[in-house]
């Protein structure tokens, strides 16, 4: 007759509700591999609802960092997006927080402050640039959001 080896006196037992667990998640993790993530719209719904609710304390954060900076300038994501927009907020932000802090980046800051008032202008009076300046203004802002929560400030 083989002897089980005995448990060790610091490891507690599993419970029958932690197996349970354990092979219902497995199961799911299966069939959403096989068929696909199902959500009621019920859970659709409540998804959709959180989602909300992150963007809107995500641009209350933003208004609320940016409430302390002296410096409101952003012409084209104002012309763009509106003062109040999280995509303008988002820009000042990393102005604020990432390109003032070198050399090179208060350069970059001189020179979009030389150029961008004639680039809302323009924008102004084409309406028809918008759409492209709004996708390629958007993949900066979508970039220099990932980097500044990226660096936890």
């Known amino acids: 007759m083989r002897k089980e080896p005995k448990r ?6 599993v419970s029958a509700k932690e ?33 909300q609710a992150h963007e809107q304390y995500y641009r209350e954060g933003l208004a609320a960092v940016s409430a302390t900076v002296a410096d409101r300038r952003c012409f084209v994501a104002t012309c763009l997006y509106g003062d109040a927009a999280w995509q303008t907020e988002t820009l000042r932000r990393f102005r604020d927080e990432v390109l003032l802090r ?4 208060g350069w970059m800051v001189e020179a ?8 809302s202008r323009l924008l102004a009076w084409q309406p028809w640039l918008q759409p492209p300046a709004r996708a390629l203004v958007g993949m900066l802002v979508r970039m220099a959001r990932r ?7």
Not at 102 to 105: D, I
């Open 112 to 119: 979009y402050y030389e150029l961008a008032p004639g680039m």
């Open 8 to 13: 060790g006196q610091d490891e507690p037992p």
């Open 147 to 153: 980097y500044v929560e990226g660096r936890g400030s």
């Open 19 to 51: 197996l349970a667990e354990m092979g219902f998640c497995e199961k799911r993790v299966l069939l959403a591999h096989l068929h696909g993530q199902r959500l009621t719209l019920a859970q659709r719904r409540s998804v959709e609802r959180g989602r």
């Open 102 to 105: 070198y050399p090179l980046g």
